[in-house]
């Protein structure tokens, strides 16, 4: 990796943690264990529409792949996240969460806005702006998993290792995920402009997450209190 590029990268990182996902009102929350049960009840419903998603998003992204070793990487990033779906399932049921819930559950608008902005981002822009995308806000999950871990084991009583595998799995997984992205950005990313449209798709993935967790926050903390 060339040094201004890696440079670049940091930089990016940097400025991509100013709004970091764990700066969010909800996972600060999570951390303090201000959370009721039904709070996070109701996030796992929201939040597994995105775990439903990525596999589709990261299969749109390998399709525009350039090389046969960046269509072999995103291969082995995409049977990986085909498996997440399954036990993010387990950390709901570790929760009391059935998988007809799952099935029945009708997503906040947010949470549909989340998801409609990730798949327009990886279909309708270029290779290595979806590429931006999975790395704006993979980038951030290994961090956050520990937190979520850290929070369900001291305040939320979940301590089993299936319900806690899915956050087990992204404390490592997205280390090694990011690691693949950044080599593309580095070396698809090569004018000005090709960079401003990384930041701006590595933007808008991480704000549409965060986008997905506002919902959470409005429907399931601030409304209860509301009526509490
Ligand atoms: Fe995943």
């Known amino acids: ?32 264990g201000a959370l009721s049960r039904d709070a996070l009840r109701g996030y796992t419903k929201e939040y597994c529409q995105l775990v439903d998603a990525i596999p589709a998003l990261v299969r749109t992204v390998q399709t525009k792949a350039p090389t046969p070793e960046m269509v072999a990487g995103l291969g082995e990033n995409l049977r990986e996240e085909k498996e997440h779906p399954e036990l993010w399932l387990r950390f709901g049921e570790a929760l009391g969460l059935s998988r007809r819930d799952f099935l029945q559950h009708t997503p906040l608008p ?51 290792p299936r319900g806690l595998e899915y956050f087990e799995v992204h404390r490592t997984i997205d280390q090694k995920h990011t690691a693949m992205e950044e080599n593309i950005l580095v070396s698809e990313a090569r004018t000005p402009e090709d960079r401003k449209a990384v930041e701006s798709a590595a933007k808008a993935a991480r704000d549409a997450v965060w986008r997905l967790l506002d919902g959470v926050y409005r429907h399931h903390v601030l409304a209860r209190q509301q009526l509490g």
């Open 1 to 32: 990796m060339k040094r201004s590029s890696q440079i670049w990268l940091k930089e990016l990182e940097a400025e991509l943690a100013s709004r970091h996902l764990l700066h969010h009102s909800f996972y600060e929350k999570w951390a303090e």
């Open 110 to 160: 947010e949470t549909t806005e989340a998801v409609s902005t990730l798949r327009r981002i990886v279909e309708d822009r270029s290779f290595v702006e979806g590429v931006a995308a999975l790395w704006g806000f993979e980038s951030q999950v290994p961090e956050v998993s520990e937190k979520k871990i850290e929070g369900l084991t001291t305040f939320y009583g979940i301590t089993s």
